[in-house]
């Protein structure tokens, strides 16, 4: 949190407590790959791809436009969010420009 600050994604998008966000355009997968092991996950198509500025002056990736994003529990009660750059959709978190892990709201 102290990167990106609270944030709040749905099935549409994803938005930031600085006030960015990203639209998503689509689900383009519903399991990824982590560390080796396939996960129940949702990856989604941002529909402009942008590099939203969040907490203290951060970007959500930092090398350039974040065209997917993904999201699946990293543990008991911890969400993960990765953030890709690339132009077909990611498999797997080796291809990730950033990750984020948040506790879930109770």
Known sequence: MSV????????FS???????SLAFSDLVADNFRVDGKRV???????EDPADPELENGNQLCGAGDVTYV???AAGD???????FTGKRPPKS????????TYEDPQ
């Open 14 to 20: 994803i938005r930031f407590e600085s006030g960015g």
């Open 77 to 83: 009660g911890m969400s993960a969010i990765a953030v």
């Open 4 to 11: 990106t600050g609270d944030v709040w994604m749905d099935d």
């Open 70 to 72: 993904a999201n699946w």
């Open 40 to 46: 129940p996950a949702s990856v989604y198509r941002v």
């Open 93 to 100: 978190s080796d291809e990730m420009c950033a990750l984020y």
